[in-house]
């Protein structure tokens, strides 16, 4: 039996092919989700207007990531990673399985049940690849790299088989297809979980520390399940769309809360706050990065359905495929960006740098929608051209950040570091989602307009704070 994956540890391959599966069936159902929604009931689908779709695909998403906060705390003080990530799968694959139920309760179920596990998956899993080399190991950016890879195999299969079944066939038979692929991801991690040696194995915390959180966790699961309650029984008698404004002013909170708490700690040394400033300003280029980015399931989605020619050389295509463009992109291009930072050697542009640069491409993504926004079949190449340009952004941006966390974290909160980056996902899919709320009544050029001139700004900004920011992460490129 092999005892390297491509050079690095065996366990690569479980958490490779678990975060595969679990990919697959996220883009899977986010590439036909707002499609669902908005779809006409005769259609099969829930008759939600743009401003409704919009703002529930915005929470939904928003919320998944947002949860991977407390999910990284609950691995590091109550379950280890190891646990976490197959409690999560599990999860995840119950929501999808209620989402292929025709019922809007069911619906409104599976969004919340995929949302929990999403929130205890992702980021322990990121963990586990960290916590597989040892400090200073010069493979770990490389193993990220492969892990990434995993990440957009099941990105890019995702949307032709869920997306077909679903818009060819029945939209509820996408969201089986999405559970059906969790579920495989389940059986092939604990099949593999002997690979990964003692990693993501135990919590940091001993054990009467562990059993006040399991409190804090049950008492906290009892509320968050109080409320859905009372939200399904009609108690709560609001609009997705009031929700979505009272969660921005939370999910804000939530943000500040985090990090004045996080820099007022005095267990913290000099260098680790420096350190931990510098993961903010990630953060916050991470966040307005994804906000623009992940789009692709929202109005761009829609623009895809509604304005584009869905079809090329003479076979047509369901517009969720559209969603598989990025990672065929970066099946292409991020080989040649992994010799290209090796190729520059001690030139290889810092952390900073490259977040600047992503935040530019994908600004340049939109701008590029600008003079066609207004038109009806246009051809699919203007999409094909966006989604090139957003995946030259993303290699710039994602798996650079998600290694500077795993360097930049104090190790005691690595689960917790890692939820943060994640927040800076759920921002940014918040905002995403509130912008396809304004689909239907906003002029498309100026939407796109004021989409691409924001993230080009943002990242001049972000180039000229590299230096600075250099100090700040003490020696971490």
């Known amino acids: 039996m092999m005892d390297s994956f491509f050079g690095h540890p065996r366990g690569l391959s479980t958490l490779f092919f678990t975060e595969m599966w679990e990919r697959f069936s996220y883009y899977g159902m986010r590439a ?24 529930i695909y915005g929470l939904y998403t928003s919320v998944g ?13 109550v379950l280890g990673q190891r646990k976490a990530v197959l409690y999560g799968g599990i999860v995840i694959a119950l929501g999808n399985f209620s989402l292929a139920v025709p019922s809007i309760t069911a619906f ?37 790299s492969i892990f990434y890879m995993g990440i957009n195999l099941g990105a890019f299969l995702s949307p032709l088989i869920c997306g077909w079944l679903a818009q060819r066939i029945n939209w509820h038979y996408g ?69 979505a ?19 007022l700690d005095k267990s913290y040394d000099h260098q680790e706050k420096n350190r931990i400033l510098a993961i903010f300003v990630l953060f916050v280029g991470a966040a307005l990065f994804w906000a623009a980015y992940e789009q692709a399931g929202s109005t761009l ?26 990672s065929l992109y970066i099946f292409a291009l991020a080989p040649v960006f992994a010799w290209l930072w090796v190729w520059l050697g001690s030139k290889d542009p810092s952390s900073p740098t490259k977040f600047a640069l992503g935040l530019i491409f994908v600004g340049l993504g939109f701008a590029i929608l600008v003079p066609i926004a207004g038109m009806k079949n246009v051809s699919p190449l203007w999409l094909a051209a966006t989604y090139f340009l957003h995946t030259v952004g993303e290699l710039l941006l994602s798996p650079v950040g998600l290694s500077a966390m795993t360097k930049l974290a ?24 509130r912008l396809a709320s304004f689909y239907s009544s906003f002029s498309l050029p100026v939407l796109f307009g004021i989409v691409a001139g924001f993230a080009i700004a943002v990242g001049l900004i972000m180039g000229l704070l590299v230096k600075p920011m250099k100090r700040l992460m003490g020696g971490v490129n």
């Open 32 to 55: 036909i989700l707002i499609l669902f929604m908005v779809a006409t009931v005769s259609s099969g689908g829930l008759g939600f207007s743009d401003s409704k779709a919009g703002a």
């Open 65 to 77: 990531y947002l949860l991977c906060l407390p999910g990284g705390w609950i691995a590091d003080r």
């Open 108 to 144: 409104y179920a599976g969004l919340v049940l995929v949302a929990i596990g999403t929130g205890l998956l992702k980021p322990n899993v990121s963990t586990i690849v960290g916590q597989l080399y040892e400090p200073g190991d010069h493979r770990r950016d490389a193993g990220f």
């Open 175 to 243: 969201f089986l297809a999405s559970g059906i692929g969790m579920t495989s991801g389940i059986i092939q991690y604990l099949a593999g979980q002997r690979h990964l040696g003692a990693a993501g194995q135990e919590p940091a915390t001993g054990a009467a520390e562990r059993a006040k959180s399991r409190r804090i966790v049950l008492w906290s699961a009892l509320a968050v399940l109080a409320l859905v309650a009372l939200a399904f029984s009609g108690v709560l008698q609001v609009s997705a769309e009031q929700v």
């Open 245 to 263: 404004n009272v969660f921005a002013f939370g999910l804000t909170g939530v943000v500040v809360v985090v990090f004045v708490v996080l820099m």
């Open 301 to 326: 989605n829609l623009f895809a359905e509604r304005s584009t020619r869905l079809d090329f050389a003479g076979h047509g295509f369901p517009a969720s495929w559209f969603q598989s463009l990025n």
């Open 410 to 433: 104090p190790a005691r909160i690595a689960g917790l570091m890692m939820g943060v980056w994640f927040l800076a996902t759920s921002v940014g899919d918040f905002i995403s989602g």
